[in-house]
Nanobody, 120 residues
Framework: QVQLQESGPGLVKPSQTLSLTCTISGGSITSSSYAWSWIRQPPGKGLEWMGVIRYDGSTFYTPSLKSRTSISRDTSRDQISLQLNSVTPEDTAVYYC????????????WGQGTQVTVSS
């Protein structure tokens, strides 16, 4: 059974960097069958896809966040990380990591999400 667990600070000050980690168990982040995404949901709004890291380490980001976002990985720990720079209160959201199955390009496993609030 694949499980994803997000972790990181729940409160970040404006202009600082938001850093989150997703730890994957029951699967390998280097499997060519899957990719790993970060998705967020601001309060009262829909889900927003932020970016993805593929099995080979290549990354793709949504254009609106590309200049502030970095996704990386630690293959020895089966972890993926998210960094979002220069945060503002508009970055307040529940942040999720999710697995993308290449057989149908659907998100088949999700973490439970972690609330991040940007406030001074």
């Amino acid at each position: 059974q694949v499980q994803l667990q997000e972790s990181g600070p729940g409160l970040v000050k404006p202009s600082q960097t938001l850093s989150l980690t997703c730890t994957i168990s029951g699967g390998s982040i280097t499997s060519s069958s899957y990719a790993w995404s970060w998705i967020r949901q601001p309060p009262g709004k829909g889900l927003e896809w932020m970016g993805v890291i593929r099995y080979d380490g290549s990354t793709f980001y949504t254009p609106s966040l590309k200049s502030r976002t970095s996704i990386s990985r630690d293959t020895s720990r089966d972890q993926i990380s998210l960094q979002l720079n220069s945060v503002t209160p508009e970055d307040t959201a529940v942040y999720y990591c999710a697995r993308v199955d290449y057989s149908d390009f659907l998100f088949d496993y999700w973490g439970q999400g972690t609330q991040v609030t940007v406030s001074s």
